[in-house]
Every structure is written in structure tokens, then in C-alpha cells.
């Protein structure tokens, strides 16, 4: 299978990247083909432009945005990598979604409204906190974003959720045996999701 993982993290030595690249690596061992697309590495650029609004004359897709829907095209399965700020993916990773996986890519016009366009391909999130599980459970934040974000995306554009793996109390000072622990639970997800369609 391809896969395409967006990392959504400022920071090439957080958790996050560590994740991202576990992830990667995990799904290279069982014999998938991987794209990671490091959202900061790239200078993303997440504003939506007048240009690109469907009703402006002459609206298309801006040549980054062109580049990353012929990233992801091929793409099986779409795996996002970030932190929770403010309860709620970074706004690189917002307008990302916004640009790329928009009117003419991720879903088209149809009455009633639209229709998806990703339909067959599947959806991951890998997702960080600084605030400990209990309150993130306690709080609803994660159920939250998954109804707000993971299934509101999936539905529009057609794409199957598989999984919502979540880490809290992701903080500078976490022990290396912890986020040892944490990145044997990604590789883990990995296993258990495409062990079976390694190769296919």
C-alpha cells in the first residue's frame, strides 16, 4: 500500500517526528510504500488565497497546492502526525486540509451539496498533549476532535477512518523509557492495521 504521512510539528526533534518517523519506518518493514510530508520543512504555507475561492473567476489550485495533490493521489492511506493546541490541530495542519483537500480534490459539487473524492483511501491520526490522559479523557478533547475533525473530514471526502492514537502528558521532560513506550505503541498500530495488506 502508499501511504502518505503529514507531519504537523514545528519541531524536527519532538515527539511527534519521532512518531512520524516510527510510523514510517514500521510500515517500510512490512513492505509499504511510504511519503512523508514534513508541513514546517516545506514552509506550508496554510492561508487560503482569494484566488483559490471556487467562486472567484478564474479560481484554481495555487502550484503548492497543485504539487501536494499529486503528492497524495497515490496515497492509500493518509496519516496525520501533531500536537493539540488549544484542544485543536495546529493551523498549519488546518490550512492544509483547507487548501489541498478541497473543492475539486477532496470533494466536489453535487446536490444537495457535495460529493466525495477520496473515497477508498483511509484516514490515521497520531496525536500529542502536554496535559495528561485522565483530563484529556476527563474533558472530552479527543472524542471531541474526532467527531469535529477526523469523521467531519472523512465524511466530506469520502475516506475511511481507522484509527485515532493518542498520547497525553507529551511534555519536554518525559523520560526516554516513556516515549520508548509510546513509540513501541505506534509501531504497534502499524503492525495491527496493515500487517495483513503488507505487499498487496
Known amino acids: 500500500m502508499r501511504h502518505s504521512i503529514i507531519l504537523a510539528h514545528p519541531a524536527p526533534t519532538s515527539f511527534n517526528a519521532e512518531a512520524a518517523r516510527a510510523f514510517a519506518d514500521a510500515l517500510t518493514r512490512l513492505g509499504h510504500d511510504v511519503e512523508m510530508r514534513d508541513l514546517y520543512a516545506m514552509d506550508f504555507d496554510p492561508r487560503l488565497k482569494a484566488s483559490e475561492l471556487p467562486w472567484t473567476p478564474g479560481a484554481g489550485p495555487a502550484p503548492d497546492v497543485a504539487a501536494e495533490r499529486a503528492a497524495l493521489s497515490a496515497a492509500e492511506v493518509v496519516t496525520f502526525v501533531y500536537?493539540?493546541?488549544?484542544?485543536?490541530?495546529?493551523?498549519?495542519?488546518?490550512?492544509?486540509?483547507?487548501?489541498?483537500?478541497?473543492?475539486?480534490?477532496?470533494?466536489?459539487?453535487?446536490?444537495?451539496?457535495?460529493?466525495?473524492?477520496m473515497s477508498g483511501k483511509a484516514l490515521v491520526s497520531i496525536t500529542t498533549s502536554g496535559a495528561p490522559n485522565q483530563w484529556v479523557d476527563q474533558t472530552g478533547a479527543v472524542e471531541r476532535l474526532r467527531v469535529t475533525f477526523d469523521n467531519h473530514v472523512a465524511a466530506v471526502c469520502g475516506l475511511q477512518v481507522l484509527d485515532h492514537l493518542h498520547f497525553g502528558g507529551v511534555t519536554p521532560g518525559i523520560r526516554p523509557d516513556a516515549v520508548e513506550g509510546m513509540l513501541d505503541q505506534v509501531r504497534a498500530v502499524a503492525a495491527r492495521l496493515f500487517?495483513?495488506?503488507?505487499?498487496?
Open 83 to 117: 500536537p493539540l493546541w488549544f484542544n485543536a490541530p495546529p493551523a498549519i495542519l488546518k490550512g492544509y486540509v483547507e487548501r489541498v483537500f478541497g473543492l475539486g480534490f477532496g470533494y466536489a459539487a453535487a446536490e444537495p451539496g457535495t460529493r466525495p473524492l
Open 195 to 200: 500487517q495483513r495488506s503488507a505487499g498487496a
